[in-house]
């Protein structure tokens, strides 16, 4: 009886220490939304964006003030109806320059969660190695900034989107396993 219990109370505390936190899904707008899972056990990322399938989307993450997404030198990512393209941003209103990809396809479901909407996953390290290039993640951290952006209309050509589409939200969580 005492080993069991000992066992059982070594298994419930073991749980207690789970390494995973999220920002829990973000509604981006209207049929774009985010979510960001950090496993501190394998040092993963995995992003989980919600957009229509029509049409590229983007998302930007970091620590920035309002206003400031889209700015010389920070890393997005953005689906161009094949991959999810891994890119850095050569300011505001210029086409941004792909890089090195380390984002791996987890899963990508069309017509999810509805008819229109496409759900594509991916899974990449906290650390990719390509300098500047790509954002580090921090599992310490305790926010983390988001700014998107999706094409006005139908297509995947990289083009203008028009200032009303694209935002800022920072990201608070006030669960352990949350940011």
């Known amino acids: 009886m005492k080993k069991t219990t000992l066992l059982l109370m070594t298994l419930l505390s073991l749980g207690g220490f789970a390494q995973t936190k999220s920002t ?4 981006l707008s209207t049929n774009v939304k985010a979510t960001l899972e950090l496993n501190n056990t394998t040092t993963t990322a995995k992003l989980t964006l919600v957009g229509p399938n029509d049409r590229w989307f983007a998302l930007q993450f970091g620590s920035f003030a309002n ?4 700015m010389a030198g ?9 991959t999810l393209v891994d890119a850095v941003q050569q300011g505001e209103g210029e086409v941004p320059e792909t890089d090195t990809n380390n984002w791996t396809l987890a899963s990508n479901t069309n017509n999810s969660p509805s008819t229109g909407l496409r759900t594509i996953v991916f899974t ?4 990719t190695g390509d300098g500047n290039n790509d954002f580090t993640f921090n599992y310490a951290d305790t926010s ?6 999706r094409r006005s209309n139908a297509g995947f050509t990289i083009n203008n ?6 935002f800022f939200f920072e990201c608070f969580g006030g669960l ?4």
């Open 67 to 70: 206003g400031q997404g889209m």
């Open 176 to 179: 352990p396993e949350s940011f």
């Open 144 to 149: 983390i900034d988001f700014a998107w952006a």
């Open 124 to 127: 990449r390290p906290f650390v």
């Open 161 to 166: 989107h028009g200032g009303t589409r694209r």
């Open 24 to 27: 829990g899904e973000v509604n």
């Open 74 to 82: 920070t890393d997005l990512v953005y689906w161009n109806n094949v």
